[in-house]
């Protein structure tokens, strides 16, 4: 063992410079690999899947709206007849799916 202590303190530099050579091939190629080509319009990017998100969540949240609006309408009669407390809980309510808000009105 001393005998190895002895020369990796005389030859370090012989045991670091591969590795970082290596280590910078390596990371080189990943980059590369990683980089959109612009000739195909298969390759997704981060920002653009988490605009795709984003704009699936504000049109689902559009539907949801527009589907509440079209409930609170056909139900008008009873929403206005509501007591404060079933306000209240209807403002919960309205947080949940469709469905749910749906089936709470039918049970006023």
């Known amino acids: 063992m001393t005998k190895v202590w002895a020369w990796l303190k005389k030859n370090w530099k012989w045991v670091v410079f591969p590795i970082g050579v290596l280590g910078a091939l390596l990371g080189w190629f990943l980059w590369w690999r990683g980089r959109p080509t612009g000739d195909d319009n298969t390759s997704t ?64």
Do not use: Y
């Open 45 to 108: 990017t981060t920002d653009s899947a988490a605009d795709q998100a984003i704009k699936d969540a504000q049109e689902a949240q559009d539907a949801k709206d527009a589907a509440l609006k079209e409930l609170e309408e056909k139900h008008g009669e009873k929403l206005t007849a509501m007591s404060d407390e079933q306000k209240a809980e209807f403002e919960k309510v309205k947080d949940k799916p469709i469905d749910e808000v749906a089936s709470w009105i039918d049970n006023l």
